[in-house]
């Protein structure tokens, strides 16, 4: 029993775009014995799972693994960079590029947020004119969000890649990959990130408390000259105790243990079938969104997202109401509007460990919750959907 609730048969649709469904493999994974952590199995432990995050980055980088959650990793990559006063050009895609924003700024660095709204990814030409008229070198670091959570926009992050080498300019590129890794095509070196921030809960299928920095050449030297302050999240205590398979204090041991299990099975599954069972589970859930008649918040449909849907409710219909239905009446959670689209907007969670008929189920609980609210649409969403997963 969870708080008041009484027991409810069958399985919780868990399908917010993070926290998403732990698999079974990795929830038993987990439940072993916490080890001594400066002993030998541990040390073995480290090393598989330091080595085995790498191509899920798809990088030869070092990835550092913080027990946190992302929040702490965008502090991170932040705190080992820069200097107080520094400026940093960030893109409002929604509502993470804006707490990332507002991060930066307490901690003193000075943002350049370049307004979006909320139904767009960064565009290169925006990032290619703040470069330009940037004539004394002054932005340090670009900072992009790659799959906005709050809005289901994907950027690309190649494209502002190649802005920034056209100018010639020399700021660090930093990406927040927290709902993309292992769910969508991320590649941290053919892009030349040089941070990425990645987090446990979404993609990588595991519970909430780890993140992750993917660190280059680059950014470890910028380390050495960035004057904000660090003491936890500082990445050359964290790299010198992981070449001996250690951590610099108490690790998160038993979400390592779930980590190896995630890393093992994305690798038996193959990233590639990864990113094309999350493509083509996308496009049944958009087939069903134009069938009913409603509007993804992603105008672009280069944009839309692989990982989540967020799907606009019209005009006077409660979005919170319509997802406490779905979860009163189909045990099925919904992630709710974000920011300025708190109760306008639901978002569909299709990310992590996920198949073709749990899809269906969260789709059938969509449609019977949009009859049910009394939400106007039009019948044969779930029927759109099948029909597309039926065809293979
Ligand atoms: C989930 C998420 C985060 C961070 O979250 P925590 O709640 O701190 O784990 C940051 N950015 C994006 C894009 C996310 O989806």
Redesign the pocket.
Known sequence: MVGNQPYQAGRHFLQIP?PTNVPDRILRAMDGATIDHRGPAFEELARRVLDGIKPIFQTQDPVVIYPA???GAWEAALVNTLSPGDRVLMVETGQ?ATLWQSLATRLGLDVVFIAGDWRHGVQAGQITAALADDKNNQIKAVCC?H???STGVTSDIAAVRRAMDEAGHGALLMV?T??SLASIDYRHDEWGVDVSIG?S??GLMLP?GL?FNAISDKALAAHAGAGLMRSYWDWVPMLSANKSGAFPFTPATNLLYGLNEAIIMLREEGLENVFLRHARLAEATRRAVAAWGLETVAQMDAEKSNSLTAVMLPEGHDADAFRAQTLRRFNMSLGNGLGRLAGRVFRIGHLGDFNDLMLAGTLCGVEMGLAASGVPHNKGGVQAALDFLGEG
């Open positions: 993070g959650s992302g929040t993470f969000v799959n906005e959570t927040d927290i709902s987090g809960q979404k909430p993140s």
